[in-house]
T-cell receptor, first 113, second 113 residues
Framework: GENVEQHPSTLSVQEGDSAVIKCTYSDSASNYFPWYKQELGKGPQLIID?????GEKKDQRIAVTLNKTAKHFSLHITETQPEDSAVYFC????????????FGTGTRLLVSP | SAVISQKPSRDICQRGTSLTIQCQVD?????MFWYRQQPGQSLTLIAT?????????ESGFVIDKFPISRPNLTFSTLTVSNMSPEDSSIYLCSVDRGSYGYTFGSGTRLTVV
């Protein structure tokens, strides 16, 4: 089955810096790659996603890139703010009639003022 | 996006007892998903619940331990049976919003003592 690896496990940056989180997946059939942000005491919230027919997607300060050949995808956050501090999860899925998500191990991002 | 309400938000339970978690969605959905997030860990899919049929369980999860009901298109319950401390986790329900991706509830934080 699908396996998703995520790095780094923790990331500390200064406010205004950029942050990059990387994930690799094992199943070349995976075609949907969402990113979730989980704040303390809350459920994961979808922040951006990308499908296999697209190489890059951007939404304001957040962007995701996908390299299907290498089977990896990355989350880029520019101009980080303290409120970006949270745990971020990547996921990969295959459409088997529904998208069965396999999650990465998470990255704890700390943005210091 | 969908609004998902989970109850209870947290509970402390004695080992050997059972807890039923409720998930209410503000609109009709075909599939509902139940996840477990062990302390400091990622999310693992427990089962997929379709209305009118038995839930489909992932490897490592069995119906006797995690019975699921899906009486209609907006509601589902997950029961954690005969609990042990190893069941202490966050349990989350999720629904597929199509082009809007998956939405998660805020979770139920279970502590078994």
């Amino acid at each position: 089955g699908e396996n998703v690896e995520q790095h780094p496990s923790t990331l500390s940056v200064q406010e205004g810096d950029s942050a990059v989180i990387k994930c690799t997946y094992s199943d070349s059939a995976s075609n949907y790659f969402p990113w979730y942000k989980q704040e303390l005491g809350k459920g994961p919230q979808l922040i951006i996603d990308i499908r296999s027919n697209v190489g890059e997607k951007k939404d304001q300060r957040i962007a995701v890139t996908l390299n299907k050949t290498a089977k990896h995808f990355s989350l880029h956050i520019t101009e980080t703010q303290p409120e970006d501090s949270a745990v971020y999860f990547c996921a990969a899925s295959i459409d088997t009639g529904f998208q069965k998500l396999v999650f990465g191990t998470g990255t704890r991002l700390l943005v210091s003022p | 996006s969908a609004v998902i309400s989970q109850k209870p938000s947290r509970d402390i339970c004695q080992r050997g007892t059972s807890l039923t978690i409720q998930c209410q969605v503000d609109s009709q959905v075909t599939m509902m998903f139940w996840y477990r997030q062990q302390p400091g860990q990622s999310l693992t899919l427990i089962a997929t619940a379709n209305q009118g049929s038995e839930a489909t369980y992932e490897s490592g999860f069995v119906i006797d331990k995690f019975p699921i009901s899906r009486p209609n298109l907006t509601f589902s319950t997950l029961t954690v049976s005969n609990m042990s401390p190893e069941d202490s986790s966050i349990y989350l329900c999720s629904v597929d919003r199509g082009s809007y991706g998956y939405t998660f509830g805020s979770g139920t934080r279970l502590t078994v003592v």
